[in-house]
């Protein structure tokens, strides 16, 4: 049977993620009717995946298109998540636990680091001994399965319509308008509709002509059953990490692997993040693993999002390939939602987020 909502509806988000959730929120909020299609459940892809780290791995490595999001986005997380478990209850756990940056192998610590840091208002410290450590002290966490459950909370209580095992398989337009988009239970009409889909996002768009280097990269992680209190900061060396939860259990992430759209685990993967947790932390090799996952994140150059409207297309946006660090630029994500859909001035230079193909060089 077709969802019947949409008759109701001003906007349709496609993919119940991070993005598609609070840009779903803000948009409702902003005075929109809104419905949400999800092709499986809500809020259980590479959003729940995730290690829920607010900030990039290795902030030097990525140009400021990158980081212009973050920094707008790491300023609002704690009203963010705060707002959220006052108005339903659900703790995201956002923790300003900061991150502890260790040298390592392939990842050395620039000597310029902390002049760095200090261009982008970032106060960091340099540790003394050998190997060397960046202590990152604004760095929070939120537990991102939480905090999805929060935001489909929310959505809920704006009367926000989520429409689980709905597939989008297509789009109809007439001139250029959209009307609207083809699912698994049929035809529903829209006159505006954003493609959040994660890694699906690039297959979907091929959909309108329209073709963008949005790959699925998966990453696999394991939950360890650390003791309370053991760990209290985040800690990284070499692209992985551990991320200590509130009630003691520790997160080890992550691989990034080309595999399609397999989300398996692999024994390698376990026995490579097993490793990395117990030298840098060996009171880890005794206990025991909860449990090991894989996400798919939208993988994208550098991690810049495409957020815009589809060339050819009036009515139809994307906001999606924010690969490694969608959960942290979620909040700018959809306040530039806002701004497309309400037609009011953006929060920042919106350029370097285009839908252009080949990207301009950021
Ligand atoms: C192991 C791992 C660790 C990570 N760690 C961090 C981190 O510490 N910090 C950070 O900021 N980011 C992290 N990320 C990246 C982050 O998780 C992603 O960038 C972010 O989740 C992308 O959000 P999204 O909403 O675009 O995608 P998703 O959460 O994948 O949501 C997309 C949704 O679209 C739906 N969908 C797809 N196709 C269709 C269709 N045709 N019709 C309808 N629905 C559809 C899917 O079912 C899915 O629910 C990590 C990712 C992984 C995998």
Same mark, same amino acid.
């Given at each position: 049977?077709?969802?019947?909502?949409?008759?109701?509806?001003?906007?349709?988000?496609?993919?119940?993620?991070?993005?598609?959730?609070?840009?779903?929120?803000?948009?409702?909020?902003?005075?929109?009717?809104?419905?949400?299609?999800?092709?499986?459940?809500?809020?259980?892809?590479?959003?729940?995946?995730?290690?829920?780290?607010?900030?990039?791995?290795?902030?030097?490595?990525?140009?400021?298109?990158?980081?212009?999001?973050?920094?707008?986005?790491?300023?609002?997380?704690?009203?963010?998540?705060?707002?959220?478990?006052?108005?339903?209850?659900?703790?995201?756990?956002?923790?300003?636990?900061?991150?502890?940056?260790?040298?390592?192998?392939?990842?050395?610590?620039?000597?310029?680091?902390?002049?760095?840091?200090?261009?982008?208002?970032?106060?960091?410290?340099?540790?003394?001994?050998?190997?060397?450590?960046?202590?990152?002290?604004?760095?929070?966490?939120?537990?991102?399965?939480?905090?999805?459950?929060?935001?489909?909370?929310?959505?809920?209580?704006?009367?926000?319509?989520?429409?689980?095992? @709905?597939?989008?398989?297509?789009?109809?337009?007439?001139?250029?308008?959209?009307?609207?988009?083809? @699912?698994?239970?049929?035809?529903?009409?829209?006159?505006?509709?954003?493609?959040?889909?994660?890694?699906?996002?690039?297959?979907?768009?091929?959909?309108?002509?329209?073709?963008?280097?949005?790959?699925?990269?998966?990453?696999?992680?394991?939950?360890?059953?650390?003791?309370?209190?053991?760990?209290? @900061?985040?800690?990284?060396?070499?692209?992985?990490?551990?991320?200590?939860?509130?009630?003691?259990?520790?997160?080890?992430?992550?691989?990034?692997?080309?595999?399609?759209?397999?989300?398996?685990?692999?024994?390698?993967?376990?026995?490579?993040?097993?490793?990395?947790?117990?030298?840098?932390?060996?009171?880890?090799?005794?206990?025991?693993?909860?449990?090991?996952?894989?996400?798919?994140?939208?993988?994208?150059?550098?991690?810049?999002?495409?957020?815009?409207?589809?060339?050819?297309?009036?009515?139809?946006?994307?906001?999606?390939?924010?690969?490694?660090?969608?959960?942290?630029?979620?909040?700018?994500?959809?306040?530039?939602?806002?701004?497309?859909?309400?037609?009011?001035?953006?929060?920042?230079?919106?350029?370097?987020?285009?839908?252009?193909?080949?990207?301009?060089?950021?």
């Amino acid at each position: 049977m077709p969802a019947k909502a949409s008759a109701q509806t001003d906007v349709l988000l496609i993919g119940g993620g991070a993005i598609g959730l609070l840009g779903a929120i803000k948009l409702a909020e902003a005075g929109l009717r809104v419905t949400v299609l999800d092709q499986g459940h809500i809020g259980q892809e590479a959003s729940w995946a995730g290690g829920g780290i607010l900030s990039p791995l290795y902030p030097w490595h990525y140009p400021p298109a990158l980081l212009r999001l973050v920094l707008y986005s790491m300023q609002r997380y704690f009203s963010l998540t705060a707002t959220l478990l006052e108005q339903t209850g659900i703790d995201p756990e956002w923790i300003p636990s900061g991150l502890l940056i260790m040298e390592g192998e392939q990842e050395k610590i620039p000597n310029d680091v902390l002049a760095w840091g200090r261009t982008w208002g970032l106060d960091w410290r340099l540790g003394l001994q050998e190997p060397q450590t960046l202590w990152c002290p604004e760095v929070a966490q939120v537990r991102n399965p939480r905090l999805l459950a929060a935001m489909a909370a929310r959505c809920r209580q704006l009367g926000i319509v989520l429409h689980e095992n @709905t597939a989008v398989t297509g789009f109809r337009k007439q001139g250029e308008q959209l009307q609207g988009v083809e @699912t698994s239970t049929g035809f529903i009409p829209a006159e505006h509709a954003i493609v959040t889909a994660g890694a699906w996002s690039g297959k979907l768009l091929d959909e309108t002509g329209t073709h963008l280097d949005i790959i699925p990269v998966r990453g696999q992680m394991l939950l360890l059953q650390g003791k309370l209190g053991a760990i209290n @900061t985040m800690l990284m060396r070499d692209n992985h990490y551990l991320v200590p939860r509130r009630d003691g259990l520790i997160l080890a992430g992550s691989t990034s692997e080309l595999a399609g759209f397999d989300k398996s685990t692999t024994d390698e993967a376990r026995n490579e993040l097993l490793d990395f947790a117990t030298q840098v932390y060996p009171d880890l090799e005794r206990v025991p693993i909860l449990k090991q996952w894989s996400g798919l994140r939208p993988g994208s150059q550098d991690s810049i999002p495409y957020i815009g409207p589809v060339p050819g297309w009036e009515g139809l946006f994307v906001a999606a390939g924010h690969f490694r660090y969608g959960l942290t630029n979620a909040p700018a994500t959809a306040d530039i939602l806002v701004s497309f859909l309400m037609k009011t001035p953006p929060p920042l230079d919106i350029n370097p987020y285009a839908i252009l193909t080949p990207r301009p060089a950021q």
